[in-house]
């Protein structure tokens, strides 16, 4: 069955609930795919993918999905570890031997739950523009973090820290022989399909780019408008961000997961499993896959820049929603904290199915 027939008509309740969404929290576009039992269910393109240009969302338009690129490095380490070529509980300095004695002790599994306690090698400008500390290289970047203290013991407690995406993006080249992105390519990309995914800057060209869009609130606290937000990520945290794609695209490849085309059903497993923290808690994240407890047990979420989220229920449902406004879904908020996300929306989206 073709995408474009399971667009359910403009005057249905879901549709009309979506508009409801965008126009209260004033998003200029979106895309959304329902997954029921491994089949594509339904598929719409709402709004803009650009306001200037008054160019409409279609099912091709490339969104940034920021985080959820840490999904796919999820399923990158569980293709190692389905080699026999990376242990979970090992520690990253048994795969990397240039790591400072103060970051010793941390393995695998809490690189990937982000509860290593390591400080950040990203920085974050005044004008919300990201980059590396240091003078802005690689190399440098590392040495000023090898410096630094680390926050806490590893596995105690949850912080987002991209130094860990990056540090596993190290540990995949060296075990894989190849680029990072070029793993990614090779083993996710192109098995699957995903003609429309690729690692990309805002300022990169991209065929069907939507642009991103950052909501203006000026000290007042007064929404005043949006404005073109432009994120450039240094090659070095592609394992965290950077990464591009359609809902239609995301869809195929959550299916492919679904079906043990890219992993086997006990690694999909483990991927989504948040890890137990030192003292006996849960917390909210797997192998870099967010969770967050459900009416039916825990959910996944992979989520990224406040924006764009998956959400896989037990049942069988999977919700992907992409929207091109930062902030558009500001229940992400909650995860920068290690706080369980909220999914309000998707359950309601999820009750129409």
């Keep these: 069955m073709s995408v474009e027939r399971l667009v359910v008509n403009d005057d249905s309740e879901l549709q009309i609930y979506l508009q409801g969404l965008m126009r209260d929290r004033k998003i200029p576009g979106a895309q959304i795919v329902v997954i029921k039992n491994r089949e594509i269910v339904y598929s719409n393109s709402l709004g803009y993918a650009d306001l200037e240009n008054k160019i409409l969302v279609s099912q091709d338009s490339v969104f940034s999905i920021n985080s959820i690129a840490k999904a796919f490095t999820g399923v990158a380490v569980m293709q190692l570890v389905e080699e026999g070529l990376l242990d979970l509980s090992s520690e990253v300095s048994n795969y990397l031997d240039d790591l400072p004695k103060a970051w010793q002790g941390i393995s695998i599994r809490q690189l990937a739950a982000l509860t290593s306690g390591l400080p950040d090698v990203m920085t974050v400008g005044m004008d919300g523009s990201v980059g590396l500390i240091g003078d802005g290289t690689d190399s440098s970047a590392w040495l000023m973090a090898y410096e630094m203290p680390r926050f806490f013991k590893p596995g105690t407690k949850f912080n987002y820290s991209q130094t860990d995406y990056a540090l596993l993006g190290r540990v995949i080249e060296k075990l894989s022989g190849m680029s990072f992105t070029d793993f990614i390519v090779g083993r996710q990309l192109i098995p699957v399909g995903m003609s429309n995914t690729k690692y990309a800057n805002d300022r990169d060209i991209i065929d069907g ?145």
């Design 209 to 353: 780019r939507a642009t991103t869009y950052s909501s203006l609130y000026p000290a007042a606290g007064e929404y005043t408008g949006i404005s073109r937000s432009c994120l450039n990520w240094p090659d070095m945290l592609r394992p965290a961000a950077g990464l591009h794609s359609t809902a239609i695209d995301l869809a195929h490849w959550l299916i492919a997961l679904q079906n043990s085309s890219l992993l086997k059903s006990s690694s999909y497993s483990v991927l989504r499993e948040p890890i137990v923290l030192t003292d006996g808690s849960v917390g909210v994240m797997g192998i870099g896959w967010l969770s967050t407890p459900g009416a039916s047990g825990y959910v996944s979420v992979p989520s990224g820049g406040c924006k764009s989220q998956i959400t896989v229920y037990q049942d069988g449902l999977a919700i992907i929603l992409l929207t091109n406004l930062i902030g558009g879904l500001y229940e992400h908020l909650s995860a920068v904290s290690g706080d369980p996300i909220s999914i309000g929306v998707m359950d309601e989206i999820a009750s129409y199915f």
